[in-house]
């Protein structure tokens, strides 16, 4: 019923940027928070940026000053620019939103969300 879908993905040169998007669908209520996490191999998945529903914004230590993210709650979207990439930057990137949503029966219900994932390579 609600269902999250990243684009933007693929690979850079170290230094380059890319543009990570989400665009939620379904029967959505309200957004709360919304974020971004990446996955490297073998390591766990970790927070790179949330950003509240009045745009209020955390960063990992790792990408303050290179990434930027954003929303457009018009849109139910949220986006993460990334510039200055590394090769430690190399994962999959999902997206998470906490979204209020109408269920069966038209309840209200709270939940979080997942994107697919999509990856993101920083190579030579």
């Known amino acids: 019923q609600v269902q999250l879908v990243e684009s933007g993905g693929g690979l850079a040169q170290p230094g380059g940027s890319l543009r990570l998007s989400c665009a939620t669908s379904?029967?959505?209520?309200?957004?709360?928070?919304m974020g971004w996490y990446r996955q490297a191999p073998g390591k766990q998945r970790e927070l790179v940026a949330d950003i509240s529903s009045g745009g209020s914004t955390n960063y990992a230590d790792s990408v303050k000053g290179r990434f930027t993210i954003s929303r457009d709650n018009a849109k139910n979207t949220v986006y993460l620019q990334m510039s200055s990439l590394k090769p430690e930057d190399t994962a999959v990137y999902y997206c998470?939103?906490?979204?209020?949503?109408?269920?069966?029966?038209?309840?209200?219900?709270?939940?979080?969300?997942w994107g697919q994932g999509t990856q993101v390579t920083v190579s030579s």
């Open positions: 379904g029967r959505v209520i309200s957004i709360n928070d």
């Open positions: 998470n939103a906490r979204i209020t949503y109408y269920g069966g029966s038209s309840i209200r219900r709270l939940s979080d969300f």
